[in-house]
Every structure is written in structure tokens, then in C-alpha cells.
């Protein structure tokens, strides 16, 4: 019986010792009890310069990502409907209701008249923008990298024999308007998808109807002279389209005038034309006979993006919870060699 319980004490023991190695190796934490704020403290304070090298790194890098990265400059232009453009057609609008049925008799429609939302569609049209980038030769500009200014031409890159294998195995359709172009120009599409995707925005605020027109690009100049090129344009074309529209109306009105008898018609008729008449007048004279300009656009002085502060900013963040999160990883990986040291003792 002595001997059992001899046993069974070593036993006992030795379990006892087995359980309490591991409690030495990590000395920062108490039995029963969770990781404290004193324990996080130590950690910080025995890894205090790993942190901070790594701070340092990630802050490093973050600078020089801010400094290398092209700045963008974003000009905005302000636009309201012409607010004179409602009375403009209010006359028609008045004969519409007045007579109608009289006008119908002849498949005239005296109604309608142009809105902001057909300004904003004209404005990101295919049709409108490429024609802007070519009136302005803006192509050498939106793609630099691929014009050689030396000898004024594009830059024709052979292709390499990736490509050519893809070629090959791929079949492709052919580019349309290829031959409209000179040899490693750009595609119209591809010039249209640059600056619409990624320099040109509108922005309409449905209460005030007001209309923001802004072009981020990297040269402020540029980018105000464009905004302010893109709204004259725009009007130029849809003052334009309206005299174009009105001059075709006057003459089918007066057509009408000569096939019918009826006085009464004739009288309407030329009441519609007096009031086409008056909206080719002021189209005119007037240049914002659309959209009107609160606030044209200057050259900003600050980039809209990328923000230099917000990069450095982020860096540093990122360096303290990698610095903290890696000392943490090391304290552990420490305490388990000092556990796995002292249970081979």
C-alpha cells in the first residue's frame, strides 16, 4: 500500500511539473486571468524600435508613392438653363393649347422645345465629343506617350511575338476605320472612351436644375481651357440645331399657308411662324441661348487627386498596426521557444 501511494504522489508531480512548464514560458500573462492591458504595454515597450523602423518604412514608401504619382487638376464649369428659354417657347406652347386641333388639321406640331436633359445628352454624345477632340487635335495630347513630338507622327510599335502568337491562334475581326488612320494613331472610339470615362463629368442637381461640367486632367491650364471650350461648343451646336429646326419649320408653315384657303388656319400659321421667327432672333444674338454660365472655369492651384496627405496619412496607419500585429507574432514565437526550451530541461 506504501508503495502505490508513493506512486501515485510521483505521479502527481510530475503532471503537476509537465502543467506548470508551459505557464513559465509565458511569463506575461497570469493563471485564470486574460491578456491585460500592462501585458500589451510590455510588448510595446520591449519591440518599441522594431515598430518603429517599420513605421518608418511604410511612412518612407508612402511619401514616395504621393510624390511619384502624376497630379490631377479638376476646372468646373457652372451652368443654369438660359432662363429666358421658357418664355421662348412659351408663345408655342400657347398656340398648341389655343389651336391645336387647327394646326393637327395639317400634321403640325407646335409644341416642344429643348430641355436641359437633351443639353446633358448632347454634351456625352459619341458624335459631340469626338468631333470636339478633333476640332481641338487633342488626340497627340490625351495619348503623349504614343506621338513623337520631333518629328510630329505617331509612334508605330512593332508588334512582339506574343501578340503575334495571339494573332494567330485568336482570330480577330478587323478594326474599322482603319484606313482613316495614320499608322499607330488611336482609334476615334478609343479617344471618345479616354476623355468621356475618364476626364469629363456632369453633374445635374435635380432641385436647383443647376449643371456642373468638369475635366480633370494633369496640366491645370488645359483642363480649364477645355471645360470652358467644351459649354461654348455646346451651345454653339444646340443654338444652331434650334435655328436650323426653326428655319425648317418656317418653311413648311409657309408651304401650308399656300395649299390651304381656310383663313382662319392661315392666320395660325403665321402666328407659329412669327414665333419661330422670334426664336431665330434670339438665338441669334444671344450665345448662352441654352445653358447659361454662373461660374466659367479657372485653372485650379490645388490637385483634386491623388491626395498626398491621405496616402502618407494611410502609410503610417498601416506601418503601426503591422509593426504592433508582427511584434505581437515575435513575442509569441518567443515565449514558445523559451516553453519548448525549458520542458527540454
Not at 80 to 105: C, E, K, M, S, V
Not at 284 to 307: F, G, Q, R
Request: hydrophobic fraction near 40%; include cysteine; charged fraction near 20%.
Amino acid at each position: 500500500m506504501t508503495s502505490n501511494n508513493q506512486d501515485n504522489q510521483m505521479d502527481k508531480s510530475t503532471t503537476a511539473y509537465c502543467y506548470a512548464v508551459p505557464v513559465q514560458g509565458y511569463t506575461n500573462t497570469r493563471s485564470g486571468q486574460e491578456f491585460g492591458f500592462r501585458d500589451f504595454w510590455r510588448v510595446l515597450v520591449d519591440f518599441k524600435w522594431f515598430i518603429v523602423v517599420v513605421v518608418f518604412i511604410f511612412g518612407t514608401v508612402s511619401v514616395m508613392v504621393a510624390l511619384s504619382i502624376t497630379p490631377v487638376y479638376r476646372a468646373e464649369v457652372l451652368l443654369a438653363p438660359a432662363t429666358g428659354d421658357n418664355n421662348r417657347q412659351g408663345g408655342i406652347a400657347a398656340l398648341a393649347g389655343q389651336f391645336g386641333g387647327l394646326a393637327g388639321l395639317t400634321g403640325i406640331s407646335v409644341g416642344g422645345g429643348s430641355d436641359i436633359e437633351m443639353a446633358i445628352a448632347t454634351l456625352k454624345s459619341r458624335k459631340f465629343i469626338t468631333s470636339f477632340i478633333a476640332d481641338f487635335e487633342l488626340k497627340p495630347i490625351l495619348f503623349e506617350s504614343q506621338w513623337d513630338t520631333e518629328k510630329n507622327q505617331w509612334i508605330v510599335e512593332k508588334p512582339s511575338l506574343w501578340h503575334k502568337f495571339k494573332n494567330i491562334i485568336i482570330s480577330r475581326p478587323k478594326k474599322i476605320l482603319t484606313s482613316n488612320l495614320a499608322p499607330g494613331e488611336p482609334s476615334p472610339g478609343k479617344a471618345y472612351n479616354t476623355f468621356r470615362g475618364g476626364m469629363l463629368s456632369v453633374l445635374q442637381n435635380k432641385r436647383t436644375q443647376l449643371v456642373t461640367v468638369s475635366i480633370e486632367w494633369k496640366n491645370p491650364q488645359q483642363s480649364a481651357e477645355w471645360a470652358n471650350a467644351l459649354v461654348k461648343r455646346l451651345n454653339e451646336e444646340l443654338r444652331q440645331n434650334k435655328i436650323d429646326e426653326a428655319g425648317r419649320s418656317i418653311a413648311y408653315l409657309t408651304e401650308q399657308i399656300n395649299q390651304t384657303s381656310l383663313s382662319e388656319l392661315q392666320n395660325v400659321l403665321y402666328r407659329i411662324i412669327e414665333e419661330h421667327t422670334k426664336i431665330i432672333t434670339l438665338a441669334k444674338v444671344n450665345d448662352e441661348y441654352v445653358m447659361k454660365v454662373i461660374d466659367p472655369a479657372v485653372p485650379p492651384e490645388i490637385s483634386a487627386k491623388p491626395n498626398g496627405k491621405f496616402i502618407v496619412i494611410l502609410g503610417l496607419f498601416l506601418g503601426v498596426i503591422l509593426g504592433i500585429f508582427s511584434a505581437f507574432l515575435l513575442k509569441t514565437i518567443r515565449n514558445w521557444q523559451e516553453a519548448e526550451t525549458q520542458s527540454e530541461k
